[in-house]
């Protein structure tokens, strides 16, 4: 079984930063690709910043400049820096891993609220 254990997210005004974290356990041999996504009310779940195992990102145009995504591959750890942040990108953040065998894993999400 694996769980992906999501940390880091809470209220900051307009103009602060957040640093998500994510750590998968459990058994999963490799995983390929790390990612976050985020879902504010009434709206669909979609991709924010994704990270391949050789370190390729991959960002909404919405994020780009502000977000940062890396990871610990020893720890199975994804992050998520977000700087200058704005009332829009409140919501929960989920993260998702994709394993080698090509299953997707996600956290139980976690909100992230952004006051002006």
């Known amino acids: 079984q694996v769980q992906l254990v999501e940390s880091g997210g809470g209220l900051v005004q307009a103009g602060g930063s957040l640093r998500l974290s994510c750590a998968a356990s459990?058994?999963?041999?490799?995983?390929?690709?790390m990612a976050w996504y985020r879902q504010a009310p009434g709206k669909q779940r979609d991709l924010v910043a994704a990270i391949s195992s050789g370190g390729i990102t991959n960002y909404a145009d919405s994020v780009k400049g502000r977000f940062t995504i890396s990871r610990d591959n020893a720890k199975n750890t994804v992050y998520l820096q977000m700087n200058s942040l704005k009332p829009e990108d409140t919501a929960v953040y989920y993260c998702?891993?994709?394993?080698?065998?090509?299953?997707?894993?996600w956290g139980q999400g976690t909100q992230v609220t952004v006051s002006s």
């Open positions: 459990g058994s999963i041999f490799r995983i390929n690709v």
């Open positions: 998702k891993c994709l394993s080698a065998a090509a299953i997707s894993y």
